[in-house]
T-cell receptor, first 115, second 109 residues
Framework: ETGVTQTPRHLVMGMTNKKSLKCEQH?????MYWYKQSAKKPLELMFV???????ENNSVPSRFSPECPNSSHLFLHLHTLQPEDSALYLC??????????????FGAGSRLTVL | GQNIDQPTEMTATEGAIVQINCTYQ??????LFWYQQHAGEAPTFLSY??LDGLEEKGRFSSFLSRSKGYSYLLLKELQMKDSASYLC??????????WGAGTKLIIKP
């Protein structure tokens, strides 16, 4: 496989469930990101990992818990979510996080619905 | 605060030309990006501007004026497959990406 792969593509969960989103990149990049995309709103950066160390956590509620076991894999663990957390969750990767063109390669996203 | 403004939706005709504008107010500037996102798919990189002027890449061109805080994406010879959302993003002085809400482009035959 090539690029950035996210699973599952669709997830429906109750507010008391625990689930995880998975992201895998096959590009040899050293930085990975979680974004939240809601309809008609800008992308919201949630977490950034560079060289497997978390470098950004934009005041995300603790019900979202990221995990980066190695430079190719990124997880987002979900528990006791709220209906307003329903959105498209996008994973992205890049080579570096700072200067230069630093183009992001995105996965197709996991569409989450919280009932 | 920082923000990016772009039109919510635009409609154009197949074969025509369309210009999608993006204005920004950010803390510093370290480059502007355009991404394309088809419904249900991943955003994909289109262009990057860091100096003033026009960058041309096939049917797509992107323009930047840093003094005006303004960019546009120009799409020529529109095809039905160009129906998508177009996302503008600016990297600020801390190298953080600030995103616009995206412009949904509808192409009609």
């Amino acid at each position: 496989e090539t690029g950035v792969t996210q699973t599952p593509r669709h997830l429906v969960m109750g507010m008391t469930n625990k689930k995880s989103l998975k992201c895998e990149q096959h590009l040899g990049h050293n930085a990975m990101y979680w974004y939240k995309q809601s309809a008609k709103k800008p992308l919201e950066l949630m977490f950034v990992y560079s060289l497997e160390e978390r470098v950004e956590n934009n005041s995300v509620p603790s019900r979202f818990s990221p995990e980066c076991p190695n430079s190719s894999h990124l997880f987002l663990h979900l528990h006791t979510l709220q209906p307003e957390d329903s959105a498209l969750y996008l994973c992205a990767s890049s080579q570096g996080t700072g200067s230069g063109a630093n183009v992001l390669t995105f996965g197709a996203g996991s569409r989450l619905t919280v009932l | 605060g920082q923000n990016i403004d772009q039109p919510t939706e635009m409609t154009a005709t197949e074969g025509a030309i369309v210009q999608i504008n993006c204005t920004y107010q950010t803390s510093g500037f370290n480059g502007l990006f355009w991404y394309q996102q088809h419904a249900g798919e991943a955003p994909t990189f289109l262009s990057y501007n860091v100096l003033d002027g026009l960058e041309e890449k096939g049917r797509f061109s992107s323009f930047l004026s840093r003094s005006k805080g303004y960019s546009y994406l120009l799409l020529k010879e529109l095809q039905m497959k160009d129906s998508a959302s177009y996302l503008c993003a600016v990297r600020d002085s801390n190298y953080q990406l600030i995103w616009g809400a995206g412009t949904k482009l509808i192409i009609k035959p």
